[in-house]
């Protein structure tokens, strides 16, 4: 077998090739490109925002039923990225830990905790031949009553870890590029200024004049911790904010 191929290792799930790598979980991770969309999330001053590009692939569609954005809990949310079946399923799952946490300790689950939990349950698929890993991405965001604004990616890998900013899907590379770029300044951010940051992102990733209907903006905020997903008038009102500025 050459060295650096796969080779037969990618056969099965639980078997090492001779580099050390899970072709798999790495094959888990492409298929998150798949449906051909990226996510991103800025954390603000006092809030936290995830974007994601909205496609309905059939005009028979109905628009409202098409949707990446998910409530976990009344105060956490996430975006979802990459095989949408498998997503929901994820999501599922998430809600699950989130309604068992808290009846057991009798107060909801923070951010950091439900990431870490949906992140251990995602690296188990990694070892067992029964079960594949999933092809999706999750971006939580919250706010912690302690630490404030928190934004959280976990990957089919089982790895997690907080963000000041984080993009996932097709143009990960690209966006992160220039998440750092932007973000290098640590700018001070208010919630209206955070939101056009992620809208004015993705627009410049995309190279394109981002409409109302074709993109999804889900916000949580220190003075309304409950996550929710902004009307298309609240994004229009955003985007024409933009385009004064420019």
Same mark, same amino acid.
């Given at each position: ?38 996510s991103i ?6 809030? %936290? ?28 949310? %996430? ?92 143009k990960k ?49 220190q003075d ?23």
């Amino acid at each position: 077998m050459s060295k650096g191929s796969s080779a037969g290792y990618d056969r099965h799930l639980t078997v090492f090739s001779p580099e050390g790598r899970l072709y798999q979980v790495e094959y888990a991770t492409k298929a998150i490109n798949s449906e051909k969309v990226t996510s991103i999330a800025i954390r603000g001053n006092d809030c %936290c925002v995830v974007i994601t590009e909205k496609k309905v692939p059939d005009k028979l569609l109905v628009p409202e039923s098409v949707t990446h954005m998910f409530k976990l809990t009344q105060t956490i949310g %996430c975006v979802m990225t990459g095989r949408i079946a498998d997503a929901r399923s994820q999501v599922k799952r998430a809600r699950y830990e989130a309604a068992e946490f808290k009846y057991k300790f009798g107060y909801d689950i923070p951010v950091d905790q439900l990431a870490a939990r949906v992140a251990t349950l995602a690296q188990v698929t990694t070892q067992e031949a029964s079960i594949r890993p999933l092809g999706c991405s999750m971006i939580l965001i919250g706010i912690d009553d302690e630490l404030g604004p928190q934004v959280y990616k976990c990957e089919p890998s089982g790895y997690y870890a907080g963000f000041k900013a984080v993009a996932t899907g097709v143009k990960k590379v690209e966006a992160h590029n220039l998440l750092e770029k932007r973000m290098k300044k640590n700018p001070t951010l208010d919630y209206n200024g955070t939101v056009e940051e992620a809208i004015s992102c993705l627009s410049t990733l995309l190279s394109l004049d981002l409409k109302p209907s074709e993109i999804e903006v889900a916000v949580v905020t220190q003075d309304n911790p409950r996550f929710r997903v902004l009307s298309e008038e609240e994004v229009d009102s955003h985007l024409s904010a933009i385009a004064e500025k420019d």
